[in-house]
């Protein structure tokens, strides 16, 4: 039976160890150091500098700029949003983002200007560093009654329907986790 492309992607990042000496994880972190700004260029410099397949250079600049990792032509935005005053929310950022790359491959996490948009066929979430002390998370959970916690987003931004106020990474809990993935789910 044909695999899905999910799966064969799957495959080559199970394999890729084996066929390049590196993990995924790890030619992400050498593709952050050749710092270029667009896919194929990445894809050359794999290509030229560590000899990899174009099959293997394509995944991992793929991998690489679906996660919102690449340097933009202004400046990496996600380090923007969380400068100066905001750079003590850049932990709930990061723990919440750890857990959202777990939910699938097919995760797209692409930073704006003033907010990071979470897409999967459709952007299912945002998180804004909305003031110097609170990270709001917008989810879509279209049809659920809000809560104490889960407000309606109201104001804050009309593409989502839900928001939660973060002031720490310790509030990344899994009752957030769960309704982020339920959102997903839903995308």
């Known amino acids: 039976m044909a695999k899905s492309p999910e799966e064969m992607m799957e495959s080559m990042i199970q394999n890729m160890p084996e066929k390049t000496g590196k993990s995924l994880d790890e030619w992400l972190?050498?593709?952050?150091?050749?710092?270029?700004?667009?896919?194929?260029?990445?894809?050359?410099h794999l290509k030229s500098e560590h000899g990899m397949t174009h099959g293997f250079a394509n995944l991992v600049a793929h991998t690489y700029f679906q996660q919102g990792q690449a340097p933009s032509a202004g400046g990496d935005l996600v380090s923007q949003q969380y400068a100066g005053e905001k750079a003590v929310l850049k932990?709930?950022?990061?723990?919440?983002?750890?857990?959202?790359?777990?939910?699938?491959?097919?995760?797209?996490?692409?930073?704006?200007?003033?907010?990071?948009?979470?897409?999967?066929?459709?952007?299912?979430?945002?998180?804004?560093?909305?003031?110097?002390?609170r990270v709001d998370v917008g989810i879509n959970l279209k049809?659920?009654?809000?809560?104490d916690r889960?407000?309606?987003?109201?104001?804050?931004?009309?593409?989502?329907?839900?928001?939660?106020r973060l002031s720490s990474k310790e509030e990344v809990d899994n009752q957030l986790v769960g309704w982020l993935k339920q959102a997903y789910d839903a995308s």
């Open 143 to 147: 049809g659920v009654p809000p809560t």
């Open 29 to 44: 972190k050498i593709a952050e150091k050749a710092k270029v700004e667009k896919h194929g260029q990445l894809v050359s």
């Open 91 to 133: 932990p709930v950022y990061d723990a919440l983002i750890d857990h959202i790359r777990r939910f699938g491959n097919d995760v797209e996490i692409s930073p704006k200007k003033t907010y990071v948009s979470l897409r999967r066929n459709k952007q299912f979430a945002i998180v804004q560093p909305s003031t110097k002390s």
């Open 150 to 164: 889960l407000e309606t987003s109201g104001s804050f931004n009309q593409m989502v329907s839900h928001r939660v």
